[in-house]
């Protein structure tokens, strides 16, 4: 080949990879930051993107701001330049349909207003805030009541190599392929009386989409194959209950951690803290409260080989678990307890030696010594919670249901940094990838960042 087609043919392989190298940056940075569950990659509310802002308005560092259609507080899960979320919408019936209602003919005890209750999954493009899908996955029949601060959507889906599993509680549990909208498989043999509505969020581990399904019925874990949706383990709950069977339902999300050396989902359920195995359901271990919990809804977070969680509503406290090993088995035990100020909704957050909780009532942040649960200080932050807290670049991020955002900086003093205010409430725990924060309100999606970049 003479020199001169060589030096030709090296320059158009030169100029395509080059041209493609925007391309490849972008899907790089997507695979790389993506936002997969419920409170982030670790599942405890730590953001790992860098340069996000402290400060924000509606006229200020928003780059897009996109209406949600219908009602739903489940966070937005991020990966691939899509961001995905679930929504609940409301068909009200009139005519002949309505005078079916007022005859019986219809559930009359279902939620007042909602007649025809239709469950959905919303795509929405990262870079510009378009929706690009808006998918009907379920139409349950006759839908219970749910607590006037939740919704029919509330637990957070999870995204995964193109496929997305979103779960509804009782109503069903559905994947779809990320790329073309379509549904995958559903599975909708799980009912359970939630009493409040669905509030536990889904875990991935290898296989298995894993659920609980603590209500006031019947209180079990289950684990679907993602790949098919049938049930792969369910394991019943093993504790001894209050009598009261109002007293019996959870609404927690496992953590999936590394104890001992194995890997080993943990549960908080009502009155008992279980551990399982994520790939056979087995029960490993489960620790006595000691004190009346129920409607568990916090997370729990781990570090210092101890797992930190709320007891949430009746009496809350944050407990400390430590786990000894006891010829080759855990062995629970109760390293701390800490009541003033626990949280019945939020979260909790570890951030190096300390953890921090707010109290959905009282809107006061307190900071406690994690590896002994001595406090450290206290902060009026103001409002009222649902969403928990989220650390980012030494900060952590407070957000109320009046739709105000306290910045505080970590640490064993406290020092508030700024106070941010959207339209709307703050129901969901916010995202954050590629330098910008996705956060939900009741109204709307944002994208968040320094704009001046």
């Known amino acids: 080949m003479p020199n001169d ?3 030709s043919i090296h320059a158009r392989i030169c100029f395509c990879m080059l041209a493609a190298l925007p391309c490849l940056m972008l899907n790089a940075t997507y695979a790389r930051e993506s936002w997969p569950e419920f409170r ?4 405890q509310g730590h953001v790992t993107t860098k ?3 402290s400060t924000w308005s ?4 928003v780059t897009w701001k996109t209406p949600i259609p219908g009602t739903g507080w489940s966070s937005p899960v991020i990966d691939r330049g899509q961001i995905w979320l679930t929504t609940s919408t409301h068909i009200i019936l009139t005519g002949a349909a309505r005078e079916a209602r007022v005859k019986g003919l219809i559930n009359p005890n279902a939620l007042s207003a909602v007649d025809d209750l239709r469950l959905r999954a919303i795509c929405v493009d990262q870079k510009t805030g378009e929706i690009l899908h808006d998918i ?8 219970p009541p749910i607590h006037t601060l939740n919704s029919h959507a509330s637990p957070t889906p999870i995204i995964e190599n193109g496929r997305l599993y979103t779960h509804f509680g009782t109503h069903g549990t559905v994947c779809i392929n990320t790329k073309s909208g379509k549904i995958i498989w559903k599975n909708t043999s799980l009912p359970v009386t939630h009493n409040n509505g669905p509030g536990s969020s889904i875990v991935l581990w290898k296989h298995n989409v894993i659920f609980h399904a603590d209500g006031s019925d019947i209180q079990y874990i289950v684990a679907l194959d993602k790949r098919t949706g049938d049930i792969a383990w369910k394991t019943d709950r093993t504790g001894k209950l209050n009598p009261n069977p109002d007293l019996q339902k959870a609404y927690g999300t496992p953590l999936i951690t590394r104890i001992h050396g194995r890997d080993q989902l943990v549960s908080p359920a009502a009155d008992w803290l279980y551990g399982y195995d994520p790939v056979t359901g087995e029960e490993l271990w489960k620790l006595s409260y000691e004190t009346l919990g129920y ?3 916090p997370r729990p977070v781990a570090g210092h080989g101890m797992v930190y969680f709320s007891t949430s509503f009746n009496a809350a406290e944050i407990l400390a678990v430590r786990f000894q090993d006891a010829d080759g088995d855990c062995d629970p035990v109760l390293a701390w307890r800490h009541k003033r100020g626990a949280p019945s909704q939020p979260s909790p957050i570890l951030v190096g030696n300390e953890l921090y909780i707010v109290n959905d009532r009282s809107g006061v942040a307190t900071c406690l010594d994690a590896l002994t649960g001595k406090e450290l200080w206290k902060e009026r932050v103001g409002g009222s919670y649902s969403a ?11 957000s109320n249901r009046e739709g105000e955002t306290t910045v505080l900086e970590a640490g064993r003093t406290p020092k508030q940094l700024a106070r941010n205010k959207l339209d709307g409430k703050h129901m969901a725990s916010f995202a954050a990838v590629d330098g910008a924060f996705f956060i939900r309100t009741d109204k709307a999606l944002y994208r968040i960042e320094e704009t001046t970049r």
């Open 5 to 7: 087609d060589r030096q």
């Open 40 to 43: 982030g990659p670790s599942g």
């Open 51 to 53: 340069g996000l802002p």
């Open 58 to 61: 509606e006229t200020e560092n």
């Open 136 to 143: 009907e996955l379920l139409t349950p029949e006759n839908p």
């Open 295 to 297: 409607s568990i809804v």
């Open 388 to 398: 928990s807290p989220t650390h980012a670049d030494g900060r952590l991020f407070f």
